[in-house]
């Protein structure tokens, strides 16, 4: 499985992007995704994750209400909507995924638990 993330940007505080994941392969209805974000000096953090089926999605509490992920599995592809951007949303995201149809809660929100990665998009939003 490769993984391809894009959509990154520069954008003020307030504004939204729309991250995509494009998935390789066909086991992507197999897949659990996941989006994590890095900043330099501080581990990769968790921000959102989706089942194979598209529900339960899980979210970190400081993204809570302003950023959606969903999935197209007709087009292999997990977004990552976000809105009311703030200056402490800037980073590098990063797309995962993992090849199984369990989703545990608190798994699906560690990094240890994916077996794939993409490649990372910056988000830098200015205040």
């Known amino acids: 499985v490769q993984l391809q993330a894009s959509g990154g940007g520069l954008v003020q505080a307030g504004g939204s992007l729309r991250l995509s994941c494009a998935a390789s392969?066909?086991?992507?209805?197999?897949?659990?995704m996941g989006w994590f974000r890095q900043t330099p000096g501080k581990e990769r953090e968790f921000v959102a994750a989706?089942?194979?089926?598209?529900?339960?999605?899980y979210y970190a509490d400081s993204v809570l209400r302003r950023f959606t992920i969903s999935r197209d599995n007709a087009k292999n592809t997990v977004y990552l909507q976000m809105n009311s951007l703030k200056p402490e949303d800037t980073a590098v995201y990063y797309c995962?995924?993992?090849?199984?149809?369990?989703?545990?809660?608190?798994?699906?929100?560690?990094?240890?638990?994916?077996?794939?990665w993409g490649q990372g998009t910056q988000v830098t939003v200015s205040s």
């Open positions: 392969g066909r086991t992507f209805n197999s897949l659990n």
């Open positions: 989706i089942s194979w089926s598209g529900s339960p999605t």
């Open positions: 995962s995924a993992k090849l199984s149809y369990s989703f545990p809660h608190v798994g699906s929100t560690g990094r240890g638990w994916y077996d794939y």
